[in-house]
T-cell receptor, first 112, second 113 residues
């Protein structure tokens, strides 16, 4: 079945550094790739998403890149801040069902 | 600004005692999803409704059922909760199937004693 692998499982960076989280998906028909941020005890919140007809998307300090050939997509956070500390989930879906297949999550810790 | 509301936030039940979790939405979205999230794991889709059409995931246990009496409300029924069903249950909505953002509720944390 469809699978999304996410790495690393934990990531610790110094405030101001960049953080990169990578995901690989198995179903070449996937065409929508959202990233969610989940703080402890809170709901997952969409922070950025990308569709398969786009290679890169940026929103202030966060960006997502997509390589359809390699079936990779990555989240880039620049100038990290302590409030970026959370669990980040990537996901992939196919347009016909909207079903999200989540990666395993990355716990990001930004040290002041 | 809560648009997807889950009640209760915390639920304690006894082993084998039926429990119902509630989700409501003010977005008038067609699709409502129920996810199970265990500690340190990704959300796992249990089932979803597209309008009144129910779509069950193949690996969702029969112990889990759902009802959607109207557009705004959706319920998750656990008929005989086991210890392994203790988890966070997340409701999400999207405007329609396809490439549409899913909005999550704050979740209900279920404990089974």
């Amino acid at each position: 079945g469809e699978n999304v692998e996410q790495h690393p499982s934990t990531l610790s960076v110094q405030e101001g550094d960049s953080a990169v989280i990578k995901c690989t998906y198995s179903d070449s028909a996937s065409n929508y790739f959202p990233w969610y941020k989940q703080e402890l005890g809170k709901r997952p919140q969409l922070i950025i998403d990308i569709r398969s007809n786009v290679g890169e998307k940026k929103d202030q300090r966060i960006a997502v890149t997509l390589n359809k050939t390699a079936k990779h997509f990555s989240l880039h956070i620049t100038e990290t801040q302590p409030e970026d500390s959370a669990v980040y989930f990537c996901a992939a879906s196919k347009g016909n069902t909207g079903k999200l297949i989540f990666g395993q999550g990355t716990t990001l810790q930004v040290k002041p | 600004d809560a648009m997807v509301i889950q009640n209760p936030r915390y639920q304690v039940t006894q082993f084998g005692k039926p429990v119902t979790l509630s989700c409501s939405q003010t977005l008038n979205h067609n699709v409502m999803y129920w996810y199970q999230q265990k500690s340190s794991q990704a959300p796992k889709l249990l089932f979803h409704y597209y309008d009144k059409d129910f779509n069950n995931e193949a690996d969702t246990p029969d112990n889990f059922q759902s009802r959607r009496p109207n557009t705004s409300f959706c319920f998750l029924d656990i008929r005989s909760p086991g210890l392994g069903d203790a988890a966070m249950y997340l409701c999400a909505t999207s405007f329609k199937q396809g490439i549409n953002i899913q909005y999550f509720g704050a979740g209900t944390r279920l404990s089974v004693l």
